[in-house]
């Protein structure tokens, strides 16, 4: 990754800071915190993806953990923001394309999930096109802009994703 990268990165990710909703950050990131966040995702062992058109950057997705304890180590949380102006044009589908084939190449995770701040049809037609679907709904989970924002959350199992060891647990009630 280039310096130019995460500038470009920060650019885009900062117009939703500073005019949206989708992320409860209030200040813009800097390309410094950018570049560490890219790092740490690799470090992981996760994907960071860019999409450009002519040289420069019109997108990105990435996967983090979902959680830090070990037993989540099968399940990611997926992100993707598309720059203003390219949204509607495919790119997000495109990175998602890619994002969830690398983490199913990967094999090491069986769960995605996405959370969204509500309301974001975009981003519900987005995830629910690749088989997301709905499975919480919390109410007042963030403030944002002087209102109370709802956070949702969309899961999707990925085929042969996360090796559990092959062992399946029944416990009798």
Known sequence: ?????????????NHYVLETIVTFEEEPVEAPEI???IVEVAESRLP???A?????IIGYAYATRWRPRRGYRFSSEVTVYVAPGECGRGVGTTLYVELLAALQAAGDVHAA???IA???DASIALHEKFGFRKVAHFEHAGCKFGRWIDVG???RILPDG???GGKTERRES
């Open 113 to 115: 999930m996405g959370g």
């Open 162 to 164: 996360g090796d559990a």
């Open 153 to 155: 959350y969309w899961q």
């Open 52 to 56: 450009e058109r002519a040289g420069a």
């Open 48 to 50: 960071w993806l860019v």
């Open 35 to 37: 570049a560490r966040r």
């Open 118 to 120: 509500l309301p974001n």
């Open 1 to 13: 990754m280039a310096a130019s990268d995460a500038e470009e990165i920060a650019r885009i990710y």
